[in-house]
């Protein structure tokens, strides 16, 4: 099992999903009042943010997770793949999001999907970082999944509060990572 | 003849396409109804989940085989461009199948073109396989093209089955995967 | 932090975001006079070729800039993060001004989104170069966003003239790179 | 200027381009009578797969001539983006010549866009190769880019005619590739 292979796959994976991103803000329609067209798709160019940076800080700590395993095998590889298939698909719910907000309908339905979605994403990764660090203490204190399922419930109350919330927790994973947290773990130890 | 150079074009082949499986799911139509528009796209997200775990096992074989050649050759790269063809080709069958059956119209012709779609790929593989193989016996066992092409029967009768089964068909090959068939069959000469 | 990684990262999604623009293009719809409709699709392949030309030149850009570290840290990358965002962003505009001027409606405020876009682009290259390069001294003659900030102004006069300003600027920093400015900085010291 | 580098992002454009194509194949509207529609698209996916061979073999040849480069300028960078930019334009006359065949419209307008774009992109080939083997002589026969300008001729004739050309023109590189081409003009002299 070659680990650079798996991490270029990977790494090409996390590029295009962040790419593909900008397809899901809707082209406007009416040329005709273009200013106002592209002023309503505000809340997609937002969710293309927010969406954008949760991905990009990912892929950071793809690189800071991977850059402890010195070999890897066959199950974690398939869990990889797994956490690929949730980051891969964040550009629907992205998309769903930012159109529900820009029609201002179906908001609610709109942002439990897109929060559902980065749940079930954190306990990919939850999954793969147990199986890479069972036996040997490298996680101490707890994967925050359960922030991801309380912000499902927060999308009951407020769209915009759910894309708020998934960016400050993009912003705490990139100001907390997971690879200063494990080092916090094995001093600990 | 650059065997990197080769790998990491077919890697990134392979990511793009399983990364454009996500613009199979047809965007909602209705924001009024969105949870029901949602629920009704459930079989395309079914059509997704297995077309992402049947090309990521394929990249995973192709990882396995490339790892045996020492060199390659021209008439090696055109085999693996044709099989990249037919790996590319994998979102328009997945996401013809997956509005068919969210339509619940046309299913069975849906399936039957997934079907074929995946016994062409399996024959491309052979075609590969036998190819790098030739002189050098590393294979005893024979590829299961056969149950490629009974898939295609199975599409005449169920088009979940049909999903099912290519599902089946990616998770043996995770669990005896074509590297393990090999070594087996060098050891049992 | 591996530098080679975010390289890898960074080309990638530069390499999609140049070749979505492709999408921008809008199809035919009536193939009876398609002579005429592929005619009036000029303005949108004007679009993507200055587009791709302006980030083919920032792919080169981001090459020298890359160059110049020893190693990169957290901050960096995200500062990389924000830059690739722009990037990505891209196509949209691009889309929109070409979209814009096959109908001849809504010129101008696609000029000024395009610009816009562009402008604030350069404006995370110069947090990005400003951040590599303080206390070192790499960087003296500063950067011309104000060019950029101009090029906001030129749209309201022609939504071509834009087009044709972001060319010549593409073309400047193909001639007069980041790289030998920076050289042209070090042996004027 | 690392020669790795811009190796990496071309083959990272070459591999979108190429997967792009599959978006070219219009989805089936009426799914009451998919098993026509599939069929309809026949020539959608004949121009897919001379598409998918031409720019395969490109790629290919794209490798052999910067297996020959010991170093690569700036110049040379310019002139493989102006390659990179037909190549990744090729999806769209791709699409608009498989959808001229299905509706049996437009076909002959269709083909000559085709043509023109695979003749313009033989020219930088041309161009490409010229400035890296001036002074080297590696090039003595002269490439065939007549060919691609009759290949514009042909169109005039038949649409098929041109995808079954441009499939010969792929097959003949694939067999007389420019690598062994210039290896003969070195042993001439």
């Not at 082209?27 to 798709?41: E, F, M």
Request: charged share 15%; aromatic share 14%; with cysteine.
């Amino acid at each position: 099992m070659n680990k650079a292979r798996v991490e270029t796959f990977s790494d090409g994976v996390f590029a295009i999903a962040i790419t593909l991103l900008v397809l899901t803000i809707a082209q406007p329609t009416n040329y005709g009042d273009l200013s106002r067209q592209l002023w309503d798709r505000l809340p997609s160019l937002a969710a293309y943010v927010v969406s954008f940076l949760v991905i990009g800080i990912m892929w950071l700590n793809h690189h800071s997770i991977f850059g402890y395993f010195e070999r890897i095998d066959r199950p974690l590889v398939y869990l990889n793949h797994l956490l690929l298939l949730t980051v891969v698909f964040v550009p629907y719910p992205t998309g769903v999001l930012g159109e529900a907000l820009r029609r201002g309908e179906g908001t609610q339905t709109a942002a439990i999907f897109y929060s559902v979605t980065m749940a079930v994403n954190a306990y990919c990764w939850a999954a793969l970082w147990l199986y890479a660090s069972s036996g040997r203490r490298l996680l101490h204190d707890g994967f925050p999944e359960e922030l991801y399922t309380v912000a499902i419930g927060v999308a009951f109350i407020s769209a915009y509060a759910v894309l708020a919330l998934h960016f400050v927790f993009a912003a705490y994973y990139a100001v907390d990572p997971i690879s200063r947290r494990a080092t916090r773990a094995s001093t600990a130890e």
